[in-house]
Nanobody, 126 residues
Framework: QVQLVESGGGLVQAGGSLRLSCAAS????????MGWFRQAPGKEREFVAA????????AYADSVKGRFTISRDNAKNTVYLQMNSLKPEDTAVYYC???????????????????WGQGTQVTVSS
């Protein structure tokens, strides 16, 4: 069993930056692909970014490409989401997720992830 704990959310003005962290328990973190998703009130959970076990392959939603960067530190069992040039439409609860079965690839589909964190709120004011 893997536990994921997100942190780093908060309130920021439009144009500002935040860095989210997701700390994972367990000794097999380095073999998992990881992803970030978000869910705004009244909307479905949507893909934000993902990277494979090594960090050598990444994927981004078009809405965040060029503004957000996903990365990982396997020595610290942590995945990060650096968010720059934030917009009010980025306001959501952000979740990290782990894919244990296909660590070599990136996935934008929530059903392919096995473990989820509890989420961290990001609010961007205009």
């Amino acid at each position: 069993q893997v536990q994921l704990v997100e942190s780093g959310g908060g309130l920021v003005q439009a144009g500002g930056s935040l860095r989210l962290s997701c700390a994972a328990s367990g000794r097999t973190f380095s073999s998992y692909a990881m992803g970030w998703f978000r869910q705004a009130p009244g909307k479905e959970r949507e893909f934000v970014a993902a990277l494979n076990w090594s960090g050598g392959s990444t994927a981004y939603a078009d809405s965040v490409k060029g503004r957000f960067t996903i990365s990982r530190d396997n020595a610290k069992n942590t995945v990060y989401l650096q968010m720059n040039s934030l917009k009010p439409e980025d306001t959501a609860v952000y979740y990290c997720a782990a894919d244990r079965a296909a660590g070599w690839k990136t996935s934008a589909f929530p059903h392919e992830y096995d473990y989820w964190g509890q989420g961290t709120q990001v609010t961007v004011s205009s």
